[in-house]
C-alpha cells in the first residue's frame, strides 16, 4: 500500500565544500517534486547541503551480491593494473 | 512608547506563536513520516518567528517583558492573533488549506515589510520571507495535491476551505493601528495585499479544481483579544508548565 503510492527514492546531497553529492539516505514520496521537498526537509535541515539529487530507487540498477565472485574477486590479483607499477621516463621526471 | 507600534508587533509574533503552536501538534501524527519531519520543521521556523517579533514588542513596550512573558504568562484577552490561526487542526486537508492561505498573506505580508521603515522588522522580513517561500510552495503543492487528487481528497479539501473561509476577511480588517502603521510606511498598505493574496488564491484553487467559497458570514474580533473557544485550551495547554512553575528553565 505505503509502496503503491509512496515509492522509495534515493536521496544525494552535495556538502558546502564537497564536489560530488553523496548518497545520504532514502525516503518516501509521491513523485520528484515532493521527494525533492522531503529531502530538503529530512536530510538538510542542518546544513548538511546545498545540492539535492533525488532518485527513484527503482530506476537503480544495482550490483547482485551473490556475482560478487565473479564480478570483483578477479581483480585481486592484478595489482599491475594501478598506476604505481608503471615506471615513469627519466624525461618526464622534474 | 508608541502603543500601536506595539500592537502591531505584537500581532505579528501572536500569529506566528500561535499558528506555530497549532503545526506542532502535529508531530508525531503526521500521515507519514517525511510529512511529520517537514511539517515540524515549518512549525518551528514559525516559533523562531514568534520569539523574534515577541522580543521587538516587549523591547517597544519597554516595560522589561520578555518574549517568554509575553508567550507565556498572557491570558487569552491579551493575545491578538487571527482566529484563523487558533481553530484546531482538524484533518490533514484543513491544516494545508490553512497553511496555504497563511503563507501566501504571509509571503505578501513580509516581501512588503522588507522596505519598512522600522530597521528591526525590515531585518526580521529579510529572514522570514526565505522560510515563507518555501512554506508556500510546500504548501500549495498540497492544496493542488489534495483537490486534483482523488474523490476524497477532493471533497475533504473543498469542505476545510468553506469552513475556514468566513475566518479571511479578518486578514485584511483595518484598524487605527493599521492606519498609523501603513501610515509611516512600517507596514505595507493592508489593500494591496488582499488583492494580491486573492489572485494568488484564487489561481490555485481553480488550478487544484477547487471551488472559491461563498462568503456567508465574517468572524473576527482576534486582533483585540476576542477569541473561539479553542483559543483557551490551545493556551492552557502551551503555558502550562509556565503557569504551573513560574520561572521554570531548563
Known amino acids: 500500500m505505503l509502496e503503491d503510492h509512496l515509492p522509495l527514492w534515493e536521496v544525494f546531497v552535495r556538502g558546502r565544500r564537497g564536489l560530488d553529492h553523496k548518497h545520504i539516505g532514502s525516503l518516501h514520496a509521491s513523485d520528484a517534486s515532493q521527494a525533492m521537498k522531503s529531502a530538503r526537509d529530512t536530510y538538510t535541515r542542518r546544513q548538511e547541503g546545498i545540492s539535492i539529487w533525488v532518485v527513484k530507487a527503482d530506476d537503480i540498477h544495482a550490483s547482485q551480491f551473490e556475482n560478487n565472485a565473479s564480478f570483483f574477486d578477479p581483480a585481486e590479483d592484478k595489482v599491475y593494473r594501478h598506476p604505481t607499477f608503471y615506471e615513469v621516463p627519466e624525461e618526464l621526471k622534474l | 512608547m508608541n502603543k500601536n507600534h506595539y500592537r502591531y508587533v505584537l500581532r505579528l509574533g501572536d500569529n506566528a506563536l500561535i499558528l506555530g503552536q497549532r503545526m506542532t501538534e502535529w508531530c508525531g501524527h503526521s500521515p507519514f513520516l517525511e510529512e511529520d519531519i517537514a511539517m515540524a520543521n515549518c512549525a518551528l521556523d514559525h516559533i523562531g518567528r514568534?520569539?523574534?517579533?515577541?522580543s521587538y514588542a516587549g523591547e517597544i513596550e519597554g516595560e522589561g517583558r520578555s518574549e517568554d512573558d509575553l508567550a507565556f504568562i498572557r491570558s487569552d484577552r491579551e493575545f491578538e492573533n487571527f482566529l484563523l490561526c487558533e481553530l484546531p487542526i482538524g484533518d490533514y486537508a484543513f491544516t494545508m488549506a490553512r497553511q496555504y492561505l497563511l503563507d501566501t498573506y504571509h509571503y505578501h505580508l513580509f516581501t512588503g515589510l522588507i522596505s519598512s521603515t522600522d530597521v528591526t522588522l525590515s531585518a526580521i522580513a529579510h529572514?522570514?520571507?526565505?522560510?515563507?517561500?518555501?512554506?508556500?510552495?510546500?504548501?500549495?503543492?498540497?492544496?493542488?495535491?489534495?483537490?486534483?487528487?482523488?474523490e476524497e481528497s477532493h471533497g475533504r479539501i473543498q469542505i476545510a476551505l468553506e469552513r475556514m473561509w468566513n475566518y479571511t476577511d479578518e486578514l485584511f480588517e483595518v484598524d487605527s493601528v493599521d492606519v498609523e502603521m501603513a501610515a509611516e510606511a512600517i507596514a505595507p498598505d493592508p489593500e494591496l495585499l488582499q488583492s494580491r493574496w486573492q489572485a494568488d488564491i484564487t489561481a490555485t484553487l481553480k488550478k487544484a479544481t477547487l471551488v472559491v467559497p461563498e462568503k456567508k458570514w465574517s468572524l473576527s474580533g482576534g486582533r483585540d483579544g476576542l477569541h473561539t473557544e479553542a483559543m483557551g485550551y490551545l493556551l492552557s495547554e502551551m503555558q502550562y508548565l509556565q503557569r504551573a512553575y513560574p520561572g521554570l528553565s531548563w
Do not use: C, F, P
Open chain 2, 50 to 54: 514568534a520569539r523574534l517579533l515577541l
Open chain 2, 127 to 150: 529572514k522570514a520571507i526565505k522560510e515563507t517561500t518555501y512554506h508556500m510552495n510546500r504548501s500549495r503543492d498540497w492544496v493542488l495535491r489534495l483537490g486534483d487528487g482523488t
